[in-house]
């Protein structure tokens, strides 16, 4: 992984083991008291702070769209990602107040507030990461041992959390879990350490710094869709493209042989 500690504002802060939000206070070289100790930020804040545009620990629906544009989504998709706040600003406001909030603010410090059911369980419903439960669910539905998850893989995975009568738990996961393979796939995969860093959110930094130079080389897109569709009669353009490697490399080995 990259070194993203001069993208990522939060970064000093992270590796302190304090938030953004907590940068009036002492810093680290200075001596606290126990209750004086700022939190530690969870895996799950960490996940949410790169669209934290102002540090301020609020995230704004503007902040939403802009994050999502500078890790390469077009205007359409960055409008849906407005979905985002619409559902899950008033589970986030909840720790302040019971009156829905107008400005539609995700509130970073209690996001966990905003946790759904028929997810992976990978976060818990504090926030927090279980690395045990990351391993496992690769070990169960990587069937084919390669470190990385298929579209198919990912799908039947979807499936099999999905619990009785909550419907909207389904819907969030599927959002998520489309979002991030559009994000991250390589090769028709979602790779292991890939799919790490999204769920601690150090990922977003190094995908946007690359984006920005036009070196982001991951992800699936319209132009991948109609690809695959002319060149192959098939929306797995990866799949047309290990079709050409191969069949190119078959004509330079009898070129070779002759």
């Not at 993208?7 to 302190?16: K, M, Q, V």
């Not at 700022?38 to 704004?60: E, S, Y």
């Not at 619409?86 to 019971?98: C, D, E």
């Not at 390669?146 to 990912?154: E, K, T, V, Y």
Request: charged letters at 25%.
């Amino acid at each position: 992984m990259d070194d993203s500690s001069a993208t990522n504002p939060h970064h000093e802060n992270l590796t302190n083991g304090t938030s953004t939000s907590d940068r009036k206070h002492p810093s680290s070289a200075t001596k606290l008291s126990p209750a004086e100790t700022p939190p530690q930020p969870t895996a799950l804040q960490q996940h949410v702070l790169f669209w934290d545009r102002d540090n301020d620990g609020i995230i704004h629906p503007w902040d939403v769209y802009t994050g999502f544009r500078e890790l390469g989504f077009n205007v359409p998709f960055s409008i849906g990602s407005l979905l985002i706040p619409i559902f899950f600003s008033y589970p986030t406001s909840l720790a302040y107040s019971w009156i829905p909030d107008p400005l539609l603010r995700i509130y970073v410090d209690s996001g966990h507030k905003a946790k759904h059911g028929s997810d992976t369980g990978v976060f818990d419903v504090d926030g927090h990461f279980h690395a045990d439960r990351f391993d496992t669910m690769f070990e169960r539905w990587d069937v084919d041992r390669c470190g990385g998850l298929s579209a198919d893989q990912m799908w039947a995975m979807w499936k099999k959390n999905r619990l009785a009568a909550d419907v909207a738990g389904w819907c969030f996961a599927f959002m998520e879990l489309w979002t991030t393979w559009l994000l991250l796939q390589k090769d028709g995969r979602v790779w292991k350490e890939d799919l790490r860093g999204c769920y601690d959110g150090t990922l977003f930094w190094k995908i946007s710094e690359l984006v920005q130079k036009g070196q982001w080389d991951q992800g699936y897109g319209i132009r991948d869709f109609f690809d695959g569709m002319r060149r192959g009669g098939t929306w797995r353009n990866w799949e047309v493209k290990d079709q050409g490697h191969e069949h190119t490399g078959s004509m330079n080995g009898s070129a070779q042989k002759n």
